[in-house]
């Protein structure tokens, strides 16, 4: 029986993501890969769009397989229509179910024109899947893509790939090069079943990039995150950074000034590629986050570090409330070592990562509380003015104020303070140790949010950035900066141990320290098979 977990009745939902693969390895069963779908085109041709595809084709059989056969909805999914949000419907069985009470079908409303799952099910891949957002080229997040390219007609519309360039230039020269693989796509003399969409480098301009359309009602932007480093001392990185795309999308060589160009010292050490996509409801202007394989930027050798950019700039969608879910991968248990990591999360490293992104939410706080505030008053009913001078000391792009990984013990615990009553003097900016650089005479102005400051950390005791901001005196809300917002963990993998459940003990180390930072959102597990609404 496939639980159903019911979320309150609240605004209707603008996502489905089905999962199609959850897991890691080593198995090669439900490996990475997702369908995602904005609920207003109803199905449409061309309206699904595919999130990295290790499991692809048969998932979807299997789904089919083990769900009723697809009605048109008892809850609607229309636009126009009183939706429920749902919370998720999940199952992890993935064997052929013949009971007559199978549960409702993952593609219910959907107009399934054939008898068998598996034709129904080469039906939605070849015309209700519009194009493909693959986060970087390993094995487990193209395998499904790549195989079941076999299955595709020649009157099929053609597919789509987006991905930032570098993986574009991998999928060509390594994958569909009439080696490995057929060149099915339009580039090279290529057979044209597939085209390539190069999406632009969105940490080169900070975001301030349009959302590039991918398939009906979704648009995606996309930001690189680092996989860990190549064994072998070279560069073979030269143009993920300085490479975006023409109106065709097409590669086109771009020159940056250096100061815009934070991309370019990347280039100086060899950090593997991966990336991490905003998809957003062009409807609703709601959006989720979903994160290929990525490592915390406490471990990673890129420089500037990635993850921190990316939290900055989702800090304003979760202040705003547009940002409804992250997908982040947590790839071992919290007793892997970080010389073990490989470009990879545990639970320990994505509370750090979302501390980081908490802060970023409580100083978006505080700029709004400075931003409504009455002029030429030095305190307003919540105690907001008193608390800029200390908040602002705290620097939205540094992450060096995160808990060290050495703080925890093997179970998670941590003994670093946490709270007003564990550490003493934390009411002032010298007492954090955050201070100010000078910058030269130049004064930065208080409802200038796009320029940011420039600080240099000077750690004086070990806390996490929301003590840091919670005790800097004043009255901004700090509890729970992250509430209502989900996280979903994706791409475990199995240690094949008959005494645990790495799943479970995965979740529940995330909820413990999640608890223990105050973080306030809720973490839950994708299931291969599963589906959610947001």
Not at 397 to 409: I, M, R, T, V
Request: with cysteine; glycine share 8%; proline share 6%.
């Amino acid at each position: 029986m496939i639980p159903i977990l019911l979320a309150s009745l609240t605004s209707p939902p603008a996502f489905q993501v089905i999962t199609l693969g959850a897991g890691g390895g080593p198995s090669e069963e439900g490996v990475t890969g997702f369908l995602v779908r904005s609920t207003a085109t109803d199905w449409s041709p061309g309206s699904i769009l595919a999130v990295d595809a290790g499991s692809h084709l048969a998932s979807i059989i299997r789904i089919l397989e083990n769900t009723s056969s697809p009605q048109h909805p008892t809850t609607p999914t229309t636009p126009n229509s009183t939706r429920r949000r749902v919370s998720s419907i999940q199952h992890r069985d993935l064997t052929v179910n013949t009971n007559a009470s199978n549960p409702p079908s993952h593609f219910q409303g959907c107009d399934l024109p054939f008898k068998t799952p598996r034709a129904n099910a080469a039906h939605i891949f070849r015309e209700l899947v519009g194009g493909y957002c693959i986060t970087h080229p390993h094995l487990d997040h193209i395998s499904g893509l790549v195989i079941n390219t076999a299955g595709m007609l020649p009157h099929n519309a053609k597919k789509t790939i987006a991905a930032l360039p570098p993986t574009i230039e991998a999928l060509k020269l390594h994958v569909f090069n009439d080696i490995i693989w057929p060149n099915l796509s339009d580039e090279n003399g290529g057979v044209g079943f597939l085209t390539y969409q190069r999406l632009v480098d969105a940490s080169v301009v900070d975001g301030k990039i349009e959302y590039r359309k991918i398939v009906d009602g979704l648009s995606v932007q996309a930001w690189p995150v680092s996989h860990g480093h190549c064994m072998h001392k070279h560069t073979h990185r030269g143009s993920d950074a300085a490479m975006v795309a023409t109106e065709d999308g097409g590669p086109q060589k771009c020159v940056f000034k250096p100061s815009t160009l934070r991309s370019a010292t990347w280039q100086k050490k060899c950090v593997y590629d991966s990336s991490c996509f905003f998809i957003r409801d062009d409807y609703t202007s709601k959006e989720i986050m979903i994160f290929g394989d990525v490592e915390p930027d406490s471990v990673s050798i890129s420089e500037p570090r990635r993850n921190v950019y990316i939290w900055n700039y989702a800090a304003e969608k979760v202040h705003s409330g547009v940002l409804e879910a992250i997908f982040i991968e947590s790839s071992y248990d919290i007793h892997q070592k970080d010389e073990f990591l490989y470009g990879h999360l545990t639970p320990r490293h994505i509370v750090e990562e979302l501390q980081v992104l908490a802060s970023k939410v409580l100083l978006q706080k505080e700029r709004e509380a400075r931003r409504y505030s009455m002029p030429k008053r030095r305190r307003t009913n919540n105690g907001y003015a008193e608390r800029s001078q200390s908040l602002l000391q705290i620097d939205p792009f540094d992450a060096e104020f995160l808990q060290p990984l050495s703080q925890y013990n093997s179970d998670g615990e941590s003994d670093v303070p946490r709270s007003p009553t564990d550490v003493e003097g934390l009411t002032t900016a010298s007492n954090i140790g955050i201070q100010r650089r000078s910058s030269g005479g130049k004064r930065r102005r208080e409802d200038d949010d796009d320029d940011q400051p420039e600080y240099t950390s000077v750690p004086t005791q070990n806390a996490s950035p929301i003590s840091m901001v919670s005790n800097a005196g004043g009255a901004v809300d700090t509890a729970l900066p992250l509430k209502g917002l989900k996280i979903v963990i994706i791409h475990i993998k199995d240690d094949f141990d008959d005494d645990k459940d790495v799943r479970q003990s995965i979740l529940a180390n995330l909820k413990r320290l999640g608890d223990k930072a105050g973080l306030g959102c809720e973490f839950e597990l994708a299931e291969t098979g599963g589906s959610m609404f947001f």
